[in-house]
């Protein structure tokens, strides 16, 4: 069962915006990125358990749904206030992104795919950004940050760190 029949763990004014969102876009399946981003603004991030739910209210596959997305770089679960991205494409892998993610893992005590204990970061993957020739690359909130080395992550994570004590003072 999913969270539109269940909820999930929806609150019932986000489940009622969902449906008010597939109603109006129902059996249209050129809206799906429109529909996407309205779930996203709603919710913060896409929950895999719905998208079966928009393919079949949009008449699209459900295959598409995943596409659409992964290709607009929205999370899938509830993400921390800064989302990092380590490029893993091939150019950014040849130049060493994976120590860079190594060294992002270590230092943030988290796999890709998870989100710190405290809210501050999520770490996930990125296939390419279109920035080969700036590899190996790292987006931070669609900042980004070009010929990453694995010795300039401390500083970046650092950066956030302050600024997000600035922002609670």
């Known amino acids: ?13 986000h ?3 969902l449906e008010e969102i597939l109603a109006r876009h129902a059996r249209q399946s050129a809206h799906l990125p429109l529909v996407i981003q309205q779930i996203y603004d709603l919710l913060g991030h896409v929950p895999d358990d719905i998208l079966p739910r928009v393919a079949d209210v949009l008449q699209v596959s459900l295959a598409d749904v995943y596409a659409t997305v992964y ?8 993400a921390g206030r800064h989302v990092i991205y380590v490029c893993e494409g091939t150019s950014c892998y040849l130049r060493g992104s994976r120590q860079i993610l190594e060294e992002m893992v270590e230092r943030l005590g988290i796999q890709p795919g998870e989100t710190t204990p405290d809210g501050l970061f999520s770490l996930e993957i990125g296939r390419c950004f279109g920035a080969c020739a700036l590899g190996p690359v790292v987006v931070v909130d669609q900042e980004v940050y070009p010929r990453m080395e694995p010795s300039k992550v401390a500083a970046l994570l650092e950066k956030y760190r302050q600024e997000a004590q600035a922002s609670c003072h």
């Open 1 to 13: 069962m999913n969270m539109m029949q269940d909820g999930g763990g929806c609150p019932a004014d």
């Open 15 to 17: 489940r009622a915006g």
């Open 71 to 78: 290709q607009h770089l929205l999370a899938r679960r509830p």
